[in-house]
């Protein structure tokens, strides 16, 4: 997200350009606190976007920030939003899949770990 900010004159001005009406991003890196603390950094409050956020709880040995999805959407398209959809406390505290509803379809934003030593 900061990559956008410094090189694309901000977030909002990338969205417009790329003439969306949905974009997801995965590994965001961050924290629920930054958002709550300064949103407007991190394209929270921009005119005629919407964002849904899933943060990285820091549970269960992840380190607190890592992973993040982000789902930006125009305003108005969206009915609702689930940042734990998967409804596993252990897999949705890691902040790697938001769903949001937009009426004939839903989107799954999802980060997906390398799971190449089968643990998961």
Same mark, same amino acid.
């Given at each position: 997200?900061e990559c956008l900010t410094q090189h694309h004159q ?9 003439? $969306? ?5 995965? !590994?965001?890196?961050?924290? !629920? ?10 394209? $929270? *409050? ?10 990285n709880s820091g549970k269960g040995g992840q380190r +607190?920030? +890592? ?9 108005? +398209?969206? *009915? $609702? $939003?689930?940042?734990?959809? *998967?409804?596993? !406390? ?31």
């Amino acid at each position: 997200m900061e990559c956008l900010t410094q090189h694309h004159q901000g977030l909002g001005n990338w969205l417009n350009q790329m003439q $969306a009406d949905i974009c997801c991003f995965q !590994e965001v890196k961050i924290k !629920e606190s930054d958002m709550r603390n300064d949103g407007r950094k991190y394209g $929270a *409050l921009m005119d005629g976007w919407e964002s849904f956020h899933c943060f990285n709880s820091g549970k269960g040995g992840q380190r +607190l920030g +890592l992973n993040g999805v982000s789902t930006y959407v125009r305003e108005g +398209l969206t *009915l $609702a $939003a689930n940042n734990a959809p *998967l409804e596993s !406390e252990e897999l949705d505290s890691e902040g790697r899949c938001l769903m949001t509803d937009h009426g004939s379809f839903v989107v799954f934003n999802c980060y997906v770990p390398n799971g190449g030593d089968g643990s998961r």
